[in-house]
């Protein structure tokens, strides 16, 4: 379930490694359970969230047409910036 703290927003994520070891989003599930498939990830980078803080690796995903910054802390948590 998602959890707030402050600008962000901690999420459930389903994703898998690659054969080639590579971790890759399929879905996340938001505050109010509802779940969002990830249609393709754009890009994965070492990034800091300048917004909400904390560092990790950014996924620039697609979800349902639109994209979205899906962040991977080092303390094995998901998270997305809060737009408020």
Not at 26 to 39: F, K, N, P, V
Not at 48 to 77: H, P
């Amino acid at each position: 379930m998602a959890v707030r703290r402050g600008l962000k927003v901690y999420v459930d994520v389903c994703a898998f490694f690659s054969d080639e070891g590579e971790l890759m989003p399929r879905y996340l599930i938001w505050e109010d359970g509802t779940r969002y498939d990830i249609d393709m990830v754009k890009s994965i980078e070492r990034c800091a969230s300048r917004k909400a803080g904390g560092a990790g690796i950014l996924y620039t995903c697609r979800v349902n047409g639109q994209y979205m910054k899906l962040y991977y802390e080092e303390n094995n948590r998901w998270f997305v910036e809060s737009k408020k």
